[in-house]
């Protein structure tokens, strides 16, 4: 059984940046492809960003449009882990932050196509 675990969300002031961690228990990360997605409370869980395996696609990635540029994803298969960098956090980027596992190698958007997912860790961005 994947068991994912995410770490490093906190509080922050707008403009800052934190990393969020995702170590991947079970099985090995290199086997699937990873994502983040958010939600806000009252609201529905949202893609973040999403990377694929590095051997089937490289390990490519794609982001919301909300955070392209701010923030990055990267995997880091000899350590289990998956990354994702956050800078110029905005307060509309609080929420409760998942980690996701899907057996699609090339890594998807789609919320319903995760296999696997973290129990959250939360951020929050103050004015």
């Known amino acids: 059984q994947v068991r994912l675990v995410e770490s490093g969300g906190g509080l922050v002031q707008s403009g800052g940046s934190l990393n969020l961690s995702c170590a991947v228990f079970?099985?090995?990360?290199?086997?699937?492809?990873m994502g983040w997605f958010r939600q806000a409370p009252g609201k529905e869980r949202d893609f973040v960003a999403t990377?694929?395996?590095?051997?089937?696609?490289?390990?490519?990635?794609s982001y919301a449009e909300s955070v392209k540029g701010r923030f990055i994803i990267s995997r880091d298969d000899a350590q289990n882990t998956v990354t994702l960098q956050m800078t110029n956090l905005k307060p509309e980027d609080t929420s409760v932050y998942y980690c996701?596992?899907?057996?699609?190698?090339?890594?998807?958007?789609?919320?319903?196509?995760?296999?696997?997912w973290g129990q959250g860790t939360r951020v929050t961005v103050s004015s």
């Open positions: 990377i694929g395996t590095i051997t089937w696609s490289g390990g490519r990635a």
């Open positions: 996701a596992a899907t057996t699609l190698n090339a890594g998807t958007q789609s919320v319903n196509s995760y296999n696997y």
């Open positions: 079970g099985d090995t990360a290199r086997n699937y492809g």
